[in-house]
């Protein structure tokens, strides 16, 4: 059985910083490419970043692109989201996702911005950027 458990989210002033953690359990995780996107009330879900199972790619939604910084820590099965520079407009339920294909190689980005490509999701966890 697959796990994703999320954490670090909360309340943050406008312009500072948090770090999420996606803890995973059931699959080898150094095997599968993750992903991190959010939903906001009332709007679908967003892809916000994904990383490629080897960790030498990377890939963000232009909204988010160089204020956020997606890593994994293969070692400890983790990933992250380090989110800088934060805005009210990134106020969101942000959930990790992990690919459904082991060692998949995807050319560009949309691959990864399509959450049917992930089979497990964790519960989310709440980022709310006060102005």
């Known amino acids: 059985q697959v796990q994703l458990v999320e954490s670090g989210g909360g309340l943050v002033q406008a312009g500072g910083s948090l770090r999420l953690s996606c803890a995973a359990s059931g699959r080898t995780f150094s095997s599968y490419a993750m992903g991190w996107f959010r939903q906001a009330p009332g709007k679908e879900r967003e892809f916000v970043a994904a990383?490629?199972?080897?960790?030498?790619?990377?890939y963000y939604a232009d909204s988010v692109k160089g204020r956020f910084t997606i890593s994994r820590d293969n070692a400890k099965n983790t990933v992250y989201l380090q989110m800088n520079s934060l805005k009210p407009e990134d106020t969101a339920v942000y959930y990790c996702a992990i690919d459904g294909q082991a060692n998949a190689y995807y050319s560009g980005t949309y691959y990864y911005t399509r959450p049917v490509m992930y089979d497990y999701w964790g519960q989310g966890t709440q980022v709310t950027v006060s102005s």
């Open positions: 990383i490629q199972w080897s960790g030498s790619k990377t």
